[in-house]
């Protein structure tokens, strides 16, 4: 692909790659943006050549890589030229190298889900799913979701989810309703930083859903996950919950603290009566590359790794990170929930979301204009009425004298103990030297047990 446009040269250089290795993509011209699928033995290979600079080329197993615009990021970036190491670094793991301008927040990359492949039309690298034609990845991903979000006729549901992705889920909901049975959805838009929601509501209202919104604070959003909403006004019939990478991504913010927080109440409340699991979660999906990096590498210290050092090899890093869905999956079960857990990576969500956003971008429009410009009147005035997420209340779901009953529900999901697998003490002097002086000592906490998660799965 890229230089090699046409499917057949593009078969005849792989047969050279498959032979003659790096020196098959040598003489390729300067500008290039290389991606070879090797499906035979699994393999992406990726090169990227600037004129008048020696190619950079990145070789991974097909289902741990994968990018889209941000391939640029491979390239010679504000002077500070990313070496090969550099560049699986940030392929692995979201961490930003030395030199990486992290003011950009479109900056990172997004794994590739099994099942899906990479395309370069126009210049443009993208991923898609292998049966399905170019533009409409969506309806397929829409197709996958309502066979497994399908609550009964005319249920009143409340999706715990945020942005862009709560406007999918509730697609396909609605699509899988069938007549005039469509459910009732009610959001939690009490989140700050929700800048797509009038999309989600657009998204919504395009497949017949009515997106209900409601402002929630943490503690009645973990009321709703152990059934007692209805101090709080707001009777449903089934819960769906959906920790999605996006979330983990921004611990920072209202919807990360939440998500966060649901997967430690998860452990010790009351049983809910749906759930589903993103199997990307904390993984899939790298904003910014700042906050799941930075998860990511305290898990691997916890492993007893040095997260000053270079990396682990590649699939020892992605094996100690991708333990997360697993592990919660199976304390959620002992609760009796009600469990279903499709492979969906961040990966095939982004990939829409990008293809909205390019469309909006097509029209000539900015984005932000053309999705308020979608929304029903009424949803778009409340938008403009109130700041989402003002009076969010830091959850005390981590506080001293919990983690002793967290942990103890991982090491009986584990069946046995986490002192055979974790150092805990030296982890925790780790993370509270790490972020010494954070001003939400809570953050802490947080990080502390998605990185048990990922490190003792």
Known sequence: MGACAASQEGRRLLERYRTDGEAALIGLPGDHLLCLWDEDRDLCVVSQGLAGTRPLFVRMHGTDIAFASEARLLADMDGCPLSP????????????????DQSRPNDGV??????????????????????????????????????????????????????LHAGILAAALGKA??????????????FPGLNEFPLAGAIADRFGLKLETCELSPEAVFDAVDGGLASHGLPVDDL?????????????????????????????????TAAMLDAAACVGLVRGANIVGTVHRIALSMRGWDPTGPLPA????TRLAAGTAPLLASVLGERGWDLRVPFLGGGELAGWAETLRRRARA???????????????SLAEAMGQREPGAELVTPGILLDGQRDRVLDRLAAARGGSLAGILDLDAAERRIVAHYD???DPLLVWRLFLLSTWSASA
């Open 363 to 377: 029209d000539g429009v900015p984005v932000r204009r053309r999705l308020l410009a979608e929304v029903p009147v």
């Open 85 to 100: 190491d550099a560049a699986l670094q940030f392929l692995l793991t979201g961490i930003a190298v030395p030199g990486l």
């Open 314 to 317: 590649s699939d020892e890093s």
């Open 177 to 190: 309703a069938t007549g005039d049975g469509a459910p009732s959805v009610a959001w939690t838009f009490g």
């Open 240 to 272: 769906l919950l959906f920790l999605l990478c996006a979330g983990i991504g921004q611990l920072g913010d209202g919807a990360g603290q939440i998500l966060a927080g649901l997967g430690g109440r998860a452990l010790f409340g009351e049983a809910g």
């Open 110 to 163: 997004r794994r590739l889900d099994p099942g899906m492949t990479l395309r370069c039309q126009g210049g443009v690298l993208s991923r898609w799913l292998p049966d399905a034609p170019a533009g409409t990845e969506d309806g397929s991903l829409l197709d996958r979701l309502a066979d497994i979000a399908a609550p009964g006729s005319g249920r009143k549901v409340l999706l715990l989810s945020g942005g």
């Open 437 to 439: 002086g954070t001003p």
